[in-house]
Nanobody, 123 residues
């Protein structure tokens, strides 16, 4: 069965950095597109970034472009989200997700989800 396990969240001051990891199992990594979403309290889950293994395409949402970078290690079946210059408004639970085709920016387009990891940015 497919499993996505996120890690790397935590508490950081504004301007700081974190790197999230998502380890995937039970799927052929190279056949999937992987995405990162986030959900703040009382808000809908929103798209952050995505990566496609075949061809290496990446896409970051406008509000994080230039601050967040998505990358992956095919050999480790792991996708990363490097987050720099963090702001309090980046505070949310961050989720990793997988889908079979490129590009999805809506949560309902993804087939598999991790349990999420909390990121809290203090001002």
């Amino acid at each position: 069965q497919v499993q996505l396990v996120e890690s790397g969240g935590g508490l950081v001051q504004a301007g700081g950095s974190l790197r999230l990891s998502c380890a995937a199992s039970g799927l052929t990594f190279s056949s999937y597109a992987m995405g990162w979403f986030r959900q703040a309290p009382g808000k809908e889950r929103e798209f952050v970034a995505a990566i496609k293994w075949n061809g290496g395409n990446t896409y970051e949402e406008d509000s994080v472009e230039g601050r967040f970078t998505i990358s992956g290690d095919n050999a480790k079946n792991t996708v990363y989200l490097e987050m720099n210059s963090l702001k309090p408004e980046d505070t949310a639970v961050y989720y990793c997700a997988a889908r079979r085709s490129w590009l999805g920016v809506r949560a309902k387009e993804y087939d598999y989800w991790g349990q999420g990891t909390q990121v809290t940015v203090s001002s």
